[in-house]
């Protein structure tokens, strides 16, 4: 995504010296395309059951201390002084490690999740190149980087989204 970006870029830069050449400019939607390969879902798919287990162990441990807290409040009147201070310090505890097993959780979904989005948009990049060469275009631009896209532009997005699903 950035190498597109990046080449956006550099071609608006280089734009006086190649008006004059004929250039043959296109257009691609990256957010069309992602929410619409079927590899995005089977990303999806794949990171949930990779971390099913860990979720459903954060649930069960969630649902437990929040069972013991409203036993804690319901029956903290008549609890000893010492029995009070031990479930406190017990019910701290156990959510400060609930807190960070659920941050690591977080941070190892999100690292995953990156990586397999970086592989994606890698076949992403390639299926680009491809529509390109095979169209004969200069210049392919992401739609979203353009404030402005004149009719006589052409739009190759499914055809890269062609490409992709190969």
């Known amino acids: 995504m950035k190498k597109i970006v990046f ?16 250039t043959k400019v296109g257009v691609i939607d990256t957010n069309y395309i992602m929410t619409k390969t079927p590899e995005r879902e089977a990303i ?24 013991d807290r409203t036993n804690y409040m319901s029956n ?11 479930t406190e310090r017990d019910l701290k505890k156990r ?11 977080k941070e190892d979904f999100k690292r995953r999740t990156q990586e397999e989005m970086k592989k994606l948009g890698k076949k992403l990049q390639q299926a680009v190149d491809a529509v390109a060469k095979r169209g004969g275009y200069d210049l392919l631009v992401d739609r979203r980087a353009v404030p402005y896209i004149g009719p006589g532009v052409q739009d190759v ?6 490409e992709l699903s190969k």
């Open 157 to 162: 997005s499914e055809q890269v989204l062609q």
């Open 7 to 22: 080449a956006f870029l550099v071609s608006l830069l280089m734009l006086p010296t190649m008006a004059s050449a004929e």
């Open 76 to 86: 903290a009147k008549t609890m000893s002084a010492t029995q009070r201070t031990t």
């Open 95 to 105: 959510s400060s490690d609930f807190k960070l097993k659920e941050e690591a959780y």
């Open 44 to 67: 999806q798919q794949t990171l949930s059951k990779e971390f099913k287990g860990r979720k459903g162990q954060l649930e069960r441990e969630f649902k437990k201390l929040e069972e």
